[in-house]
C-alpha cells in the first residue's frame, strides 16, 4: 500500500479509461425518494481531469482526442470507478481510548448512564484536554490514512471533547493543519455543546450561555469550523437548549446540524426541520411527525448503522425515510465511545442488511448525499464536469461488490483533487 505524496503538482492531468462502470451520481444533490436509485452509470465509461477538477465524463469510445503523453493514464481494465466517499459524521480528533466502556455496555449498562456517572463522552475529555496538539495530531493523522485507504475523501470532524474555549480551539485548529497535511478534506463542525463539563454540573443552562456568549464568538473568529453541532439528547441537552444555542450560531453564520433522537424521541428532528439544519444525524428514535419535517425542509438525514450495531439499538428506519422523501447520507460516527470504528465496509453491509438500502441507495449516501450532508454537493459527490476529482477505483466490475463482498475493503486506489493519493495495487 502506498499513499503518494500530496505535495505532488496539483496541475496533473489525469485520464481514467475503460471503467467498467463509471458511477458518475450525477445530478441534483441530495437526491430523495426513488431518485437515491439513480447512479447514472456510464458503461466503459473514462473521465478527463485538469488542475484537480473533472474537465468530461463520458464513454471511452467518446474520449475527445487529446495528447495522452501530456496526461497520468489509468486504464481502469474493466473495474468500477466511482466518486469518493464522504463520511459525513465523525469524531476522529480525540486523545484516549475507552475499551473498557465498551464491555461495560455489552453486561447492559447503558450509554447514558456511564455518561450521568462522569464517564463516557466526559472521560475522553479529560483525556483531551491533557493532550498537546501534536499528539492529538499525530492519532488523528494516521486515522485519516485509514479512513482513505477505504476511499474516504472528505471528512467532517467534530469537536467536542474539550468543553472548554482552549481545547475545542485545539481540536479544530488540529483539522485545519490535518487539511493542509493530508489528502482527505476535513470539514470541521463545532460541538462545545457535546456534554455538561463536570465545572457546570447541574448547571446546563449556564453552560450554554458561556458556549453562547465565549465559545462560538472565539470559534466564528478565527474561522476554524463551518458547522456547529449540539448533542440534543435527553438528560443532555434539551430541545429549548439546543434551539437556543444553535440559532445563535446560525446569526453568526454558521450551518446547523443535530444529534437528534438517538436514544429517546425527544423531538430533534422536528427541531432539524425548524431550524432548516443542514443534517439531522442518528435518529434512531425519530418519530413518523419526526421524519416529515426533515422531508418537509430538506433536512439530509445522517444514518450512523455502525453506532446502533455497537450499541446494539434498533437501527434507524432508513427504510421509512428515504420513502418519505427523505435526503438519507450513510456515515461511520467514528469515535472512541459509541462507535470506535471508522469501517466503511461495515457501514456498507449494516445499510444493506439490517437497514434494508438497495447498493444504489448505498452509494448514493455515501457520496453525493454524504456531500450534501456537508453542504459541499457543489464540489463532490459527483463524477461530472466542474466538480473535483475525487475518484475510487475499486477491485471488482461493478459496485453491487461493494455490498456483496460483505464487510470487505475493495478499494484500490483513491484519487484526491485528481492525484493518486492510495493504491493497494500497482
Ligand atoms: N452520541 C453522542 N456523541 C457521539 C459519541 C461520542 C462518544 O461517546 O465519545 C456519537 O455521535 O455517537
Ligand atoms: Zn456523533
Redo the contacts with the bound molecule.
Sequence with gaps: MTPAGFEQASNAKILIKHASELVTCAGQAPKKGASMNDLNIIPDGALLAENGIITWAGATAELPAIDETQYTVIDAGGRCVLPGFVDS?T?FV?GGY?PEEFFWRLNGTP?LEILSRGG??LS?VQATRAAAAAELKQSAAKRLAEMLSMGVTTVEGKS??GLDCDTELRQLSVMGELNQEQPVEIVPTFLGA?AVPPDYKGKTDEYVEYIINQVLPAVTKQGIAEFCDV?C?QGVFSIDQSRKLLQAAQNLGMKAKL?AD?IVALGGAELAGELKAVSA??LLQATDAGIAALAENGVVATV?PA?AFCLRESYARARTMIDSGVPVALAT?F?????FTQSIPMVIALAAIQLKMTAAEIVTALTCNGAAAVGRQDKIGSLERGKQADIIILDYPSHLFLVYNAGMNIVDKVIKKGQVVFSKSK
Excluded: K, Q, V
Excluded at 335 to 339: I, K, T
Design positions: 459524521h469524531h480525540f475507552r450509554y463516557g463522552i475522553t467536542g471533547y457535546h448533542f439528547e444529534h438517538e444525524d442518528h450512523l453506532t460516527d469515535n472512541p465511545g459509541s462507535c
